[in-house]
């Protein structure tokens, strides 16, 4: 039987970068669907479940794909609720690339220092890929704090990946230069996850900076999150630190999806969410050295 991998967008047009690398995975065949939602996605799911006999319901999978993170989730929940017993099917989420890119960004920061009982900041960390690399660090033993100009919507936030996956995370609004010093007082790691083209992070803030040892920026475009880093930087040494550019950490992003969308085909029972991602980049960047 084909390994058939439907791609449900919650995007109107589904995007052809998950189309790619579901078939770059190993899937035979991809079903790419646009515009899935909670409420017009309970047939796909049956058509899922109810076709194939036991032994080869793990050869068909679903990928949670799309912009919008929380609609991914949302879509994830209504996925989930649809199973029982052994009528299941394996699925992934990593709406807007969220979690492979988190993923791939932590994993070589566990690789370059042990981050238990270290202080990590996630600069303009209420995106999704900010989300989810707070919640990596902080399952990997950090104490983590996500910043935003808007306290509120930190709060929001981090209220939220507390309650989905049971960690501690701080909220803190940064809007001027004092704010952020305060910030980044005896912290540890610093990773800036910000729209593309904003500056959030000054070199004179973290060149000098005692307790600092990882500074990663998570932005390819100009100019850089992190004044002073360059994109292709992976633990390259600056000033005393290790730096991560958005390129250094790119390629194990796309090992990484890859090979979720391998391993879904392996059992019908497996869900991949932040938690279950991160450890599939560990083991891949553990597996070059």
């Given at each position: 039987?084909?390994?058939l991998l439907?791609q449900l967008?919650?995007?109107?047009?589904p995007?052809?970068?998950?189309?790619?690398a579901?078939?770059?995975?190993?899937?035979?065949?991809?079903?790419?669907?646009?515009?899935?939602?909670?409420?017009?996605v309970a047939?796909?799911?049956?058509?899922a479940?109810f076709t194939?006999?036991?032994s080869?319901?793990?050869?068909?999978?679903l990928?949670?794909?799309?912009s919008?993170?929380?609609a991914?989730?949302?879509l994830?929940?209504?996925?989930?609720q649809?199973?029982?017993?052994?009528f299941?099917v394996?699925?992934?989420?990593?709406s807007?690339?969220?979690n492979?890119?988190?993923?791939a960004?932590?994993?070589h920061?566990?690789?370059?220092l042990?981050?238990h009982?270290?202080?990590?900041?996630?600069l303009?960390?209420?995106g999704?890929?900010?989300?989810?690399a707070?919640?990596?660090?902080?399952?990997?033993g950090?104490?983590?704090?996500?910043?935003s100009?808007?306290?509120d919507?930190?709060?929001?936030v981090?209220?939220?990946?507390?309650?989905?996956?049971?960690?501690?995370?701080?909220?803190?609004?940064?809007?001027d230069?004092t704010?952020?010093n305060?910030?980044?007082?005896?912290?540890?790691?610093?990773?800036?996850?910000?729209a593309p083209g904003?500056?959030?992070l000054p070199?004179?803030?973290?060149?000098?900076?005692p307790?600092?040892?990882i500074?990663?920026?998570?932005?390819?475009?100009?100019?850089?999150?992190?004044?002073?880093?360059e994109m292709?930087?992976?633990?390259t040494?600056?000033?005393?630190?290790?730096?991560?550019g958005?390129?250094g950490f790119?390629?194990?992003?796309?090992?990484?999806?890859?090979?979720?969308?391998?391993?879904?085909?392996?059992a019908?029972?497996?869900?991949?969410?932040?938690?279950?991602?991160?450890?599939?980049?560990?083991a891949?960047?553990?597996?070059?050295?």
């Amino acid at each position: 039987m084909k390994r058939l991998l439907f791609q449900l967008d919650t995007d109107p047009i589904p995007n052809t970068f998950d189309t790619v690398a579901g078939y770059d995975g190993g899937a035979d065949h991809v079903n790419a669907l646009g515009g899935i939602a909670p409420d017009n996605v309970a047939k796909l799911i049956d058509g899922a479940i109810f076709t194939r006999p036991p032994s080869n319901k793990k050869l068909t999978a679903l990928f949670v794909s799309g912009s919008n993170m929380a609609a991914g989730e949302a879509l994830l929940t209504a996925i989930t609720q649809k199973f029982f017993g052994n009528f299941r099917v394996s699925v992934m989420l990593d709406s807007n690339g969220a979690n492979t890119t988190a993923a791939a960004a932590v994993a070589h920061i566990c690789k370059a220092l042990d981050p238990h009982g270290k202080r990590a900041v996630i600069l303009a960390g209420t995106g999704p890929v900010g989300q989810r690399a707070a919640v990596m660090l902080a399952t990997a033993g950090a104490e983590v704090c996500i910043t935003s100009r808007q306290l509120d919507r930190a709060a929001q936030v981090c209220n939220a990946l507390n309650a989905r996956f049971k960690v501690a995370l701080r909220p803190q609004g940064v809007t001027d230069p004092t704010a952020l010093n305060k910030v980044l007082q005896r912290v540890n790691i610093v990773v800036a996850t910000g729209a593309p083209g904003v500056s959030l992070l000054p070199a004179v803030e973290w060149q000098q900076h005692p307790t600092l040892e990882i500074v990663m920026d998570a932005n390819a475009t100009p100019p850089q999150g992190i004044e002073g880093l360059e994109m292709n930087d992976r633990a390259t040494v600056r000033h005393g630190k290790r730096c991560f550019g958005a390129l250094g950490f790119g390629g194990l992003k796309l090992e990484t999806h890859r090979a979720c969308v391998t391993k879904l085909f392996e059992a019908n029972d497996q869900i991949f969410d932040a938690p279950e991602v991160f450890a599939v980049a560990k083991a891949l960047l553990a597996a070059r050295a």
